[in-house]
């Protein structure tokens, strides 16, 4: 079993400020590429940033030059940095992990529960 538990939204007005993080445990032999997703009411969930064991990042269009994606391969963490916040950053943001429980096994998906970002104008 692998956990995933998110930590750090809140409520922020406008051009604020906020920290998630990421702490993965259990059953794991290693973490391939980790996430953060979000998901507003009404939207389909969606990549926000990405970062590979090696530190490579990929960030959705519409968060590049705000949010910054960075983990610690050896603690099993990750976190987000969200600067300059708008309105429509409003989401339950989730976690995401690919891991591998022992030597040779498939890699497979594992979610945080999500924690709230409510952005207001």
């Known amino acids: 079993q692998v956990q995933l538990v998110e930590s750090g939204g809140g409520l922020v007005q406008a051009g604020g400020s906020l920290r998630l993080s990421c702490a993965a445990s259990?059953?794991?032999?290693?973490?391939?590429?980790m996430g953060w997703y979000r998901q507003a009411p009404g939207n389909e969930r969606e990549l926000v940033a990405a970062?590979?064991?090696?530190?490579?990042?990929n960030y959705a269009d519409s968060v590049k030059g705000r949010f910054t994606i960075s983990r610690d391969n050896a603690k099993h963490t990750m976190s987000l940095q969200l600067n300059s916040l708008k309105p429509e950053d409003t989401a339950v943001y989730y976690c995401?992990?690919?891991?591998?429980?022992?030597?040779?096994?498939?890699?497979?998906?594992?979610w945080g529960q999500g924690t709230q970002v409510t952005v207001s104008s």
């Open positions: 259990g059953s794991i032999f290693s973490i391939n590429t």
């Open positions: 970062i590979t064991p090696g530190g490579s990042t």
């Open positions: 995401n992990a690919r891991v591998t429980a022992y030597w040779g096994a498939t890699l497979n998906d594992h």
